[in-house]
């Protein structure tokens, strides 16, 4: 749906990504997103939200949802996201996000929305008791782009579908208000390592906090014992490691935990098969345990330092929000000007 022939966007390039504060990060977000918001850090301008307003979506406890917030931003600088170099803040910190979001369901369309296949995944036969933010989700994303202008995004499979819709909006905004150019059109930043970590128990399933079942998941903070259980634990066949990526095929479950030891110890899948092809498991989920215990202790350690002292932590998300809302305000100011709105301070 997009229009390509729109005018291209000549603004900064700037990153934009988020987590929602709904329980405890596991090893598909620290391979899937973490490791890569560090990496890209280093080449770009990067804001990193903690989306509490995604989160009251669907049921939450209020009392627990602050205290949330601060241990994904502890998983964010524990993971190596430095605040100066990078802005972390707490989404509903800055108002930019739900004031642009109002605009853009002026802009999108019902159709486009109904086409969502993750609300009909999560709502199934009961749509009709789902919230109204749950269906509007993706516009809301949108806006915690877009609020930013920002031109690339870090997301998994499950999410290309959102950040197409994005675009569309971007597309259709500059269109209709007759602002060429005026807000790019985000591209996904999908390749590297460990993209998609499937469940242990399950490897047609995504790992996910989510999943009633704690053995289908390594979560952040679990330590050497936890992990070697649940390795040992986790569902493989009987056949032996193959030697080849092309053997993988049809094997989803050994195929998911050769992808895990490749992401943490920075090989292709090729390289591990190479090493332990012709193996049997009794071997190699040890050595994985030990090297998923090695990669995830300093950072469980380091996040309990950090929550230790939330008034810090309380600090930096601020000192985010501040620096978020200076590059949001002008651009809300232009966006009022262009619908036609007055704003604050009229």
Known sequence: MTDVTSPAYTGPRRVFSGMQPTGGLHLGNYLGALVKFVRLQDDNECLYCIVDLHAITVDHDPKTLQQQCREVAAAYIAAGVDPERSII????????????????????????????????????KNAERMSVGLFDYPVLQAADILAYKGTHVPVGEDQKQHLELSRDIAAKFNNDFNAP?????????????????????DGKKKMSKSDPSDMSRINLTDDADAIANKLKRATTDSLPIPDTVEALEGRAEVENLVGIYAALSGETPAQVLGVWGGQGFAAFKPALADLAAAKLAPIADEMRRLLADPAALDRTLRHGAERAHAIAAPIMDDVRRIVGLWGPGR
């Open 181 to 201: 150019g005026f807000f790019p059109l985000p591209e996904p930043l999908i390749q590297g390592p460990g993209a998609r970590i499937m469940s242990l128990r």
């Open 89 to 124: 803040f707490v989404q509903s910190a800055v108002l930019a996000h739900t004031e642009l979001a109002w605009i853009f369901n002026c802009v999108a369309r019902m159709g486009w929305l109904q086409r969502m296949t993750q609300f009909k995944d999560k709502a199934g």
